[in-house]
């Protein structure tokens, strides 16, 4: 019974690789556009920084585990192709984007996990450390995981499905579920935990995504509804603009032409007197206080 057990882990730890392994080719035809149009168009290097760090963490606590070789492996090859990445980002990406870039590996890879890696090499030792780094990796997967409630979140909003491929969702689930048993038939609950929450939302974006692919997007209705009612305003308000335009210069004639203005400055405001019988000087005088 032992032997079939370590042969299906085996058989999910391989699954889970080659699966991952495929997770993390997904992103190729996005750098593929950077590297045709030479710049990174507004694409964030959050997801692969991030990727990176969990890769880290997760040779970390394999190291500590000293059975989970499988976890060791497909993380090298993770660290691997997110470096690739990131160094592909940094080249193309503007000076504003390089340097916020640069900022969050500096917080997250630099700090975060050599903060990590220093106090509990300090603070803890033995089966105490592998807990602790254990924890660690669960809570920050629970992370990872529920980061893609704000694409659910959008799709339902807008009712499409445009920024969340069916393939890379299903790809995900699968992943999900090799991992779960891997960590299962290892009796590892920081490994299996995490990926219940990974397969529970891999299936609920599967869900709306065959909901919601032969749904009209409300996006481009919006904009031009919006856009209609911009134009509606500017157009109302042209005419009164030439409107008081009009009326100005019509008061200006009036009082260039009137026979005298007396002016009264009163509380810095200069207000105009109604002119009184005209008087016999021969030149018409207007007071102004400083």
Not at 31 to 45: C, N
Not at 184 to 205: E, S
Request: aromatic fraction near 12%.
């Amino acid at each position: 019974m032992t032997g079939n057990l370590a042969h299906l882990t085996l058989a999910f730890g391989l699954l889970g690789n080659i699966i991952s392994f495929l997770v993390f080719l997904a992103p190729i035809p996005t750098f593929y556009k950077v590297y045709k149009k030479k710049s990174t168009q507004g694409f964030q290097s959050a997801p692969y920084v991030v990727g990176l760090f969990s890769a880290m963490l997760w040779i970390y606590y394999a190291l500590l585990k000293t059975n989970v070789m499988l976890l060791i492996t497909i993380n090298s090859v993770g660290c691997f192709i997110e470096t690739l990445y990131i160094c592909f980002f940094l080249f193309y990406a503007p000076k504003k984007a390089r340097m916020e870039s640069l900022k969050l590996i500096g917080l997250l890879i630099v700090v975060g996990f050599g903060l990590i890696l220093l106090l509990t090499q300090l603070l803890a030792s033995g089966g105490t450390r592998t807990v602790i780094v254990g924890w660690i990796c669960l809570v920050f997967s629970l992370c990872v995981f529920v980061a893609p409630m704000g694409v659910v979140r959008q799709v339902i909003k807008t009712k499409s499905v445009e920024y969340m491929p069916i393939l890379l969702s299903f790809a995900l689930t699968i992943s999900a579920v090799m991992w779960f048993f891997y960590g299962l038939l290892l009796a590892d609950f920081n490994i299996a935990i995490p990926n219940v929450l990974g397969f529970t939302f891999g299936i609920l974006q599967m869900i709306l995504y065959f909901v919601y692919k032969n749904k009209k997007p409300l996006t481009n209705e919006k904009i031009l509804t919006l856009e209609a009612k911009i134009s509606q305003k500017e157009e109302q308000k042209i005419p009164e603009h030439k409107d008081q335009k009009t009326v100005d210069i019509l008061k200006l004639e009036n009082l260039i032409n009137s026979d005298i203005l007396p002016v009264v400055a009163k509380s810095n405001k200069i207000v105009a007197v109604e002119p009184q019988a005209p008087l016999y000087v021969p030149h018409h005088t207007i007071e102004v206080a400083a």
